[in-house]
Nanobody, 124 residues
């Protein structure tokens, strides 16, 4: 059974930091593009960051310079380090895998495996 499990969310004050983890199991993800998306209440699911199987990264403009995505293929785990968090970063954060195109898609429709999400709340 293929699973992506996020962890590391929580409540933090503005300016604080969190590191999210996404642990994958059930298949090898080392050749997949891995992405992070987020969904705020009443809004759609937005792209945050991705890392290709060649470790190329791409970020949404709103998080550039504050968020860093990385992966450890030996552990089948992807990370999202978040610093200088802002209240507008509050959302449920989802990890996802693109095993088909393995490109640099920012569209959720191109990702075929998803985690259950982890809540990040940033207080002002």
């Amino acid at each position: 059974q293929v699973q992506l499990v996020e962890s590391g969310g929580g409540l933090v004050q503005a300016g604080g930091s969190l590191r999210l983890s996404c642990s994958a199991s059930g298949r090898t993800f080392s050749r997949d593009t891995m992405g992070w998306f987020r969904q705020a209440p009443g809004k759609g699911r937005d792209f945050v960051a991705l890392i290709s199987w060649m470790d190329r990264t791409y970020y949404a403009e709103s998080v550039k310079g504050r968020f860093t995505i990385s992966r450890d293929n030996a552990k089948n785990t992807v990370y999202l380090q978040m610093i200088n968090l802002k209240p507008e970063d509050t959302a449920v954060y989802y990890c996802a895998s693109d095993s088909r195109t393995r490109g640099r898609s920012v569209y959720s429709r191109d990702y075929d495996y998803w985690g259950q999400g982890t809540q990040v709340t940033v207080s002002s």
